[in-house]
Nanobody, 119 residues
Framework: VQLVESGGTLVQPGGSLRLSCAAS????????MKWYRQPLGKERELVET????????TNADSVKCRSTVSRDDSKSTLYLQMNSLKAEDTAVYYC?????????????WGQGTQVTVSS
């Protein structure tokens, strides 16, 4: 299983960006995918969840109405669009998935991509 995030950058307050997570090594189309973020010195926070088939999304209150998660199953890629960025959105953003075996599961994470919101 491999998850590779990209798209993190320095952006001014009020700006927008789109993060990508390229997935491989598992059946992406049938897997729930999640975006987390971790500000420096703080705990990791769940930002968005995207479930397969129905593509239902949920999101944390901290990004409500400012973020949209989507997926392209043909490319095995997860996206996170964030708008009206604030300084408090500065964090390392990770995508994650849980892969089930016969009886147990493993959680997988990408290496993260840094988003910095600053003027």
């Amino acid at each position: 299983v491999q998850l590779v995030e990209s798209g993190g950058t320095l952006v001014q307050p009020g700006g927008s960006l789109r993060l990508s997570c390229a997935a491989s090594g598992f059946t992406f189309s049938s897997s729930a995918m999640k975006w987390y973020r971790q500000p420096l010195g703080k705990e990791r926070e769940l930002v968005e969840t995207n479930t397969p088939t129905t593509h239902v999304t949920t999101n944390a209150d901290s990004v409500k109405c400012r973020s949209t998660v989507s997926r392209d199953d043909s490319k095995s890629t997860l996206y996170l669009q964030m708008n009206s960025l604030k300084a408090e959105d500065t964090a390392v953003y990770y995508c994650s998935t849980r892969v089930w075996g016969a009886l147990t599961y493993n959680d997988y994470w990408g290496q993260g991509t840094q988003v910095t919101v600053s003027s």
